[in-house]
């Protein structure tokens, strides 16, 4: 993400408040644009449903769909997403842009396939109508895409066409409930969730477009090229889906407990633990906005210079100067970002024990609420450790990070659901998020002790070829015109765009 944050950042050079105000919308827009995307449609459908009277079940069916393909979307898809985006990266480092769209239509072909499988597997013997079935399973089809497409999306830098096309498709999905529910004769849930589906097929369809421009569309690329990825870098894989598995797990628990509510015979979820843990982790989108258009850009302005010292043969003082820098710049940013959110969570504690209260939840819940703040708090703060020790390609120290984070989730969240009863909702999210960002601060902090042996010494002197089953594959697939771009020559450009 550091190039969208370098793109995003040369709009604040605009001195005026219209400037900023600009540079900030785009920065949340690209940031979080999915999240805010589901939001504004999601609740666009549930007023549209409370003005006609459509309350009960319809409307329970409806959200639970939505969440449940929201939740397991990211779920399935994040070790996908995270060893796409290293292909990817190396594919635009070396200048090979002829596979990049291809590994689209390749990633989502198995993407998409994993998910009708799985989907398949949990609607086999529910009750809903088949009708609604396919229709969940339509838009949960669609979100892999879309977490799979937003992998280039960073790459294309046209971020005006981008919140068009998300604007786009939630007016279009608005709309089109108002339609449906007007004048078919469809089921309510089956009206909102055919409005979505095509709400967000038009912003699947409108981002492939951009990606297709910007890369173009070869022909003749190779579309599994991507795969032997998975076998040098299985622990991306697993670093990224622990980590959203712990994410969610404290949900998926509280679900099976004394909260959690049956739908349609088919959805089990917690309604009001699910509403408190979405206003809390709104709580963090500063963070996120702020840790790409600052933070990232920052550090990867003093990472590149360090590591070209290193790589152009740069003396002994140079490297270690650019060394200090980069450290200082990494604890300053870090401790800046801190101090930042720190201040949103703050405000989001004191207006959300209002706008709660004043909504109807219980004091109790209002509790929870404050708890889940700061186990957001943690969880950002984690993820920016998690992201920045990616880059140092640390990749055993970042999947213990994710590997601590899910296993703290798993057993404090069950010892909550047999033990701790509802009292302890939320705290156990907040004990895991801040135990497991003490120790990626001490990883962290390990790996700045130790840079210079760490970036020097402990990488591999010879490059080690896998020759598993996926890499087997790809070259009886491409024979000879298969290339391994981690072996590949840097200068390779006659294919750039």
């Not at 999601?42 to 969440?67: C, D, H, P, T």
């Not at 297709?212 to 889906?241: C, D, I, M, V």
């Not at 628990?253 to 349609?264: E, L, P």
């Not at 152009?312 to 930042?340: M, P, S, V, Y």
């Amino acid at each position: 993400m550091a190039g969208v944050g370098f793109e995003l950042k040369k709009l604040f050079t605009a001195r005026t408040a219209a400037g900023h105000i600009k540079a900030y919308s785009y920065s949340a827009i690209i940031t979080a644009g999915p999240f805010a995307l589901m939001t504004s449609m999601v609740l666009a459908v549930q007023s549209l449903f409370a003005y006609y009277g459509i309350e009960g079940e319809a409307s329970q069916v409806f959200v639970a769909s939505v969440v449940y393909a929201f939740v397991f979307s990211q779920i399935l898809s994040a070790g996908f997403i995270m060893v796409l985006t290293r292909y990817l990266a190396d594919s635009l480092s070396l200048g090979r842009f002829e596979n990049v769209t291809a590994s689209l239509f390749g990633m989502g072909a198995i993407i998409t396939a994993l998910g009708a499988v799985a989907a398949g597997i949990f609607f086999w013997d529910k009750p809903l109508p088949l009708l609604t079935k396919w229709l969940g399973y339509l838009f949960f089809a669609e979100l892999l895409l879309a977490w799979t497409e937003s992998v280039y999306l960073s790459a294309v830098k046209r971020y005006s066409r981008l919140l068009i096309s998300y604007l786009t498709g939630v007016l279009v999905s608005i709309f089109l409930v108002w339609i449906f529910l007007t004048q078919t004769s469809l089921q309510p849930e089956q009206s909102g969730l055919l409005a979505m589906d095509i709400g967000m097929g038009l912003i699947n369809l409108l981002f492939l477009l951009h990606i297709t421009s910007y890369f173009g569309l070869n022909k003749g690329g190779q579309n599994f090229a991507f795969l032997p990825y998975f076998e040098r870098h299985w622990r991306l894989f697993l670093t990224a889906t622990c980590y959203m598995l712990g994410l969610f797990l404290p949900n998926i628990i509280i679900w099976q407990g004394d909260w959690g509510v049956m739908v349609g015979g088919t959805y089990l979820y917690s309604p009001i633990y699910d509403v408190v843990t979405f206003y809390a982790f709104l709580s963090i989108l500063p963070l996120m906005t702020m840790f790409v258009v600052t933070v990232e850009t920052n550090f990867y302005e003093r990472y590149a210079h360090y590591f070209a010292y290193i790589t152009q043969k740069g003396n002994f003082r140079e490297i270690d100067d650019a060394r200090k820098d980069l450290l200082h710049t990494l604890w300053f940013e870090l401790r800046h970002i801190t101090e930042f959110q720190l201040v949103f969570t703050l405000v989001a504690l004191a207006v959300g024990n209002y706008l709660l209260s004043w909504s109807g939840i219980t004091y109790n819940q209002v509790n929870m609420y404050n708890v889940l703040l700061f186990g957001a708090f943690f969880t950002g703060l984690l993820q920016l450790v998690y992201i920045l020790l990616v880059y140092f390609d640390y990749q055993k120290s970042v999947l213990s990070l994710s590997a601590v984070f899910f296993l703290s989730n798993l057993l404090l969240g069950l010892w909550g659901l047999y033990y701790g009863g509802s009292y302890s909702y939320g705290f156990t999210f907040f004990l895991a998020a801040a135990l497991s960002f003490i120790w990626a601060f001490v990883k962290l902090n390990h790996f700045a002790q130790r840079i210079n042996y760490l970036v020097f010494c402990s990488q591999p002197v010879f490059y080690r070829s896998t020759s598993g089953i996926l890499t087997r594959f790809t070259l009886w697939l491409y024979g000879d015109k298969y290339v391994n771009l981690e072996t590949a020559r840097s200068d390779n450009h006659e294919n750039k765009p």
